[in-house]
T-cell receptor, first 114, second 111 residues
Framework: EAEVAQSPRYKITEKSQAVAFWCDPI?????LYWYRQILGQGPELLVQFQDESVVDDSQLPKDRFSAERLKGVDSTLKIQPAELGDSAMYLC????????????FGPGTRLTVT | DQQVKQNSPSLSVQEGRISILNCDYTNSMFDYFLWYKKYPAEGPTFLIS???IKDKNEDGRFTVFLNKSAKHLSLHIVPSQPGDSAVYFCAARNSNYQLIWGAGTKLIIKP
C-alpha cells in the first residue's frame, strides 16, 4: 500500500539553528499539506500545495518558516532560526486533490528545540 | 468562527463494551466530518466520514452519528477491542476544503 514518507523521524536541534523536513507524498496526489501538532492539540495547517503552487500559507510564520514543492512532487519545510516554541510534531499529508476530503498522513517528524 | 471541540481528553472503556467519542462544532457550513485514529509515533489514519446531509454512517464496528441542530457528532465503536486504544481526532471540512481539527480524545480499552 502506498504511503507518505517523511524524514527525519526525530530531530533535536539547538535554538537559532536551521532545520529541514522532507516529505514524499503518495504518487499521483496533487495536494500536499504540512501540519504542526503540539502535544494535546489537533493538527494545525501550516501550508497547502496544489501541485507546485502554494494554495494557503496564511498560518505559516513566514519570518522563520519556508516551504517548497518545486516539481510538484516531494516537499521541504524549513525553519530558520528554530525557537523553543517550535518543538512539536510536523506532519505531512497528501490527497488526490483539494476537493477530496480524505488525507493520508506520513509518520511525522518529532522536533525538539533545546 | 470555525472550531471543532473534543471536550473529553481521555476515555476508558471495558473491552467488549461500547465506546462513544463526542465532538462539537461551531460552523454550520462544514460539509464533511471525519474521524481519524492515531497510534503513538504514527500519523493519523482515516477511520470514517459523514456528509453533512446524512445523519448516520456505519462501517463495521464503527458508526458515526451527526446531529446538525445540536452541531454535534459522535463515534460509536461496538464492541471495543484492545487494538482500538489510540487517540481519536474529529475533523470538519470547511468551504476552502481544509480540515479543522479537534484536540483529540485518548481512548483506553481495558481488558
Amino acid at each position: 500500500e502506498a504511503e507518505v514518507a517523511q524524514s527525519p523521524r526525530y530531530k533535536i536541534t539547538e535554538k537559532s539553528q536551521a532545520v529541514a523536513f522532507w516529505c514524499d507524498p503518495i504518487s499521483g496526489h496533487a495536494t500536499l499539506y504540512w501540519y504542526r501538532q503540539i502535544l494535546g492539540q489537533g493538527p494545525e495547517l501550516l501550508v497547502q500545495f496544489q501541485d507546485e503552487s502554494v494554495v494557503d500559507d496564511s498560518q505559516l510564520p513566514k519570518d522563520r518558516f519556508s516551504a517548497e514543492r518545486l516539481k510538484g512532487v516531494d516537499s521541504t519545510l524549513k525553519i530558520q532560526p528554530a525557537e523553543l516554541g517550535d518543538s512539536a510534531m510536523y506532519l505531512c499529508a497528501s490527497s488526490l486533490g483539494d476537493s477530496y476530503y480524505e488525507q493520508y498522513f506520513g509518520p511525522g517528524t518529532r522536533l525538539t528545540v533545546t | 468562527d470555525q472550531q471543532v471541540k473534543q471536550n473529553s481528553p481521555s476515555l476508558s472503556v471495558q473491552e467488549g463494551r461500547i465506546s462513544i467519542l463526542n465532538c462539537d462544532y461551531t460552523n454550520s457550513m462544514f460539509d464533511y466530518f471525519l474521524w481519524y485514529k492515531k497510534y503513538p509515533a504514527e500519523g493519523p489514519t482515516f477511520l470514517i466520514s459523514i456528509s453533512s446531509i446524512k445523519d448516520k454512517n456505519e462501517d463495521g464496528r464503527f458508526t458515526v452519528f451527526l446531529n446538525k441542530s445540536a452541531k454535534h457528532l459522535s463515534l460509536h465503536i461496538v464492541p471495543s477491542q484492545p487494538g482500538d486504544s489510540a487517540v481519536y481526532f474529529c475533523a470538519a471540512r470547511n468551504s476552502n476544503y481544509q480540515l479543522i481539527w479537534g484536540a483529540g480524545t485518548k481512548l483506553i480499552i481495558k481488558p
